[in-house]
């Protein structure tokens, strides 16, 4: 329940944070930086902090982490309301938010397995992604209405209120045991230690080409919808209510996925579907780009994103299922490190691109790329399934 809260917060803050970008600058490349900002932080603290949360009381950090972005976003509402924001101070906070969230992230994956039997880790990770699309829905939608009814401040403060429920309820979680002891470890092994989970995911037959199809996804195709602001106006002339919809539209197909997901019992199958659901991603974003009618581009936005969370919850319960859990940690800071940080890479492209092409070209260049590695999967695809539905032996 008081995810939920968070997660309405989060994507009301995302709204707020792309519509004010776009009404400080008006530049297609200041949303790709901010953008950049927000995610690419990923990138160089996920392994470090991966190696920490093996290391914390993953609750009681999940405490601090979410207090200190609520106190940022604090910071954020004061300025916008007090006519102080400019484009630096709105990228610096966005910046220092997103190194926050860089070491919530990996305490947030690694305390699943805690949860769950290892039969119902696809349910588990699809049912947690029902609350994150339900956010997805409702919040943009309720950030159009706050920002048009009460100006884009207001939306700040919404999602900073939201923070301090969740933490309210991470307040009276007791975890009743933790699922194995772990030795204290000396903070000098870190770096070795990240070492050998890059190794452990070089040299695995099915972890290593997932998360090649990891990277190709988040920076080919998953940025499109930080350009959303500027579609919504430029392209179709539809201002932040556009930018609502098409948020919210995305919202709706990951959805319905997450919905659909849950009902899969195991993993069996799953490889196949998160190779076939990149081809179905490319494919929306050709039509969403060719396209100058607002609400077919609604459509194919509501197709690429069911495609794209059924892409999520595949990745993320084959790494959980087939990973040793010697490595469980690590590996995991890998795919936080790709699928958080390496969007902001897209984007930062995409925008640039932009400026000079014009918003369409770029979208559709990295869905065309897309399809290139879509071949490379589908051609790995009986080799990856035989590893990684398989379970580990133990023992």
Same mark, same amino acid.
């Given at each position: 329940?008081?995810?939920?809260?968070?997660?309405?917060?989060?994507?009301?803050?995302?709204?707020?944070?792309?519509?004010?970008?776009?009404?400080?600058?008006?530049?297609?490349?200041?949303?790709?930086?901010?953008?950049?900002?927000?995610? &690419?932080?990923?990138?160089?603290? #996920?392994?470090? $902090?991966?190696? *920490?949360?093996?290391?914390?009381? =993953? +609750?009681? /950090?999940? %405490?601090?982490?979410?207090?200190?972005?609520?106190?940022?976003?604090?910071?954020?509402?004061?300025?916008?309301?007090?006519?102080?924001?400019?484009?630096?101070?709105?990228?610096?906070?966005?910046?220092?938010?997103?190194?926050?969230?860089?070491?919530?992230?990996?305490?947030?994956?690694?305390?699943?397995?805690?949860?769950?039997?290892?039969?119902?880790?696809?349910?588990?990770?699809?049912?947690?992604?029902?609350?994150?699309?339900?956010?997805?829905?409702?919040?943009?939608?309720?950030?159009?209405?706050?920002?048009?009814?009460?100006?884009?401040?207001?939306? &700040?403060?919404?999602?900073?209120? #939201?923070?301090? $429920?969740?933490? *309210?309820?991470?307040?009276?979680? =007791? +975890?009743? /045991?933790? %699922?194995?002891?772990?030795?204290?470890?000396?903070?000098?092994?870190?770096?070795?230690?990240?070492?050998?989970?890059?190794?452990?995911?070089?040299?695995?037959?099915?972890?290593?080409?997932?998360?090649?199809?990891?990277?190709?996804?988040?920076?080919?195709?998953?940025?499109?919808?930080?350009?959303?602001?500027?579609?919504?106006?430029?392209?179709?002339?539809?201002?932040?209510?556009?930018?609502?919809?098409?948020?919210?539209?995305?919202?709706?197909?990951?959805?319905?996925?997450?919905?659909?997901?849950?009902?899969?019992?195991?993993?069996?199958?799953?490889?196949?579907?998160?190779?076939?659901?990149?081809?179905?991603?490319?494919?929306?974003?050709?039509?969403?780009?060719?396209?100058?009618?607002?609400?077919?581009?609604?459509?194919?936005?509501?197709?690429?994103?069911?495609?794209?969370?059924?892409?999520?919850?595949?990745?993320?319960?084959?790494?959980?299922?087939?990973?040793?859990?010697?490595?469980?940690?690590?590996?995991?800071?890998?795919?936080?490190?790709?699928?958080?940080?390496?969007?902001?890479?897209?984007?930062?492209?995409?925008?640039?691109?932009?400026?000079?092409?014009?918003?369409?070209?770029?979208?559709?260049?990295?869905?065309?790329?897309?399809?290139?590695?879509?071949?490379?999967?589908?051609?790995?695809?009986?080799?990856?399934?035989?590893?990684?539905?398989?379970?580990?032996?133990?023992?």
């Amino acid at each position: 329940m008081g995810n939920f809260a968070s997660q309405m917060g989060v994507w009301v803050q995302r709204i707020a944070v792309q519509w004010l970008t776009w009404e400080l600058t008006h530049s297609p490349t200041w949303l790709g930086i901010i953008a950049f900002a927000d995610v &690419f932080p990923n990138v160089v603290i #996920a392994p470090l $902090a991966g190696a *920490l949360a093996d290391r914390v009381d =993953r +609750l009681q /950090a999940m %405490r601090i982490y979410i207090s200190l972005s609520a106190c940022l976003l604090t910071a954020m509402a004061a300025l916008v309301l007090s006519d102080a924001i400019t484009k630096e101070l709105l990228l610096a906070l966005v910046l220092v938010n997103g190194v926050v969230m860089a070491f919530y992230s990996p305490v947030r994956l690694s305390i699943i397995p805690a949860l769950v039997d290892r039969e119902l880790l696809t349910s588990a990770i699809s049912f947690s992604s029902v609350t994150f699309n339900i956010g997805r829905v409702g919040g943009p939608a309720l950030a159009g209405l706050i920002i048009l009814q009460w100006g884009v401040g207001q939306a &700040f403060v919404f999602t900073a209120v #939201a923070d301090v $429920a969740f933490i *309210l309820t991470l307040c009276l979680i =007791r +975890l009743v /045991a933790t %699922r194995e002891k772990r030795e204290p470890r000396s903070l000098r092994h870190i770096p070795a230690e990240i070492m050998d989970g890059f190794r452990y995911a070089r040299k695995h037959p099915g972890i290593g080409p997932l998360l090649v199809i990891l990277m190709a996804t988040t920076v080919l195709l998953r940025p499109f919808n930080d350009l959303f602001a500027g579609f919504a106006d430029d392209v179709f002339g539809r201002g932040a209510l556009g930018l609502a919809w098409l948020t919210s539209m995305l919202g709706v197909g990951a959805f319905t996925a997450s919905v659909f997901l849950t009902r899969r019992a195991g993993i069996d199958g799953l490889t196949g579907l998160m190779v076939a659901s990149m081809a179905v991603f490319a494919i929306a974003l050709v039509g969403f780009t060719a396209t100058d009618i607002f609400w077919f581009a609604c459509a194919c936005t509501a197709i690429a994103g069911f495609a794209m969370t059924t892409i999520g919850v595949a990745e993320q319960s084959l790494l959980q299922a087939s990973v040793d859990d010697a490595m469980r940690g690590r590996i995991l800071s890998l795919y936080t490190l790709i699928g958080r940080g390496f969007p902001s890479i897209g984007a930062l492209i995409m925008g640039y691109a932009a400026s000079f092409v014009g918003l369409r070209w770029p979208v559709l260049g990295g869905a065309v790329a897309c399809l290139v590695f879509w071949l490379w999967a589908r051609r790995r695809q009986g080799r990856m399934a035989a590893v990684l539905e398989t379970p580990p032996k133990t023992g």
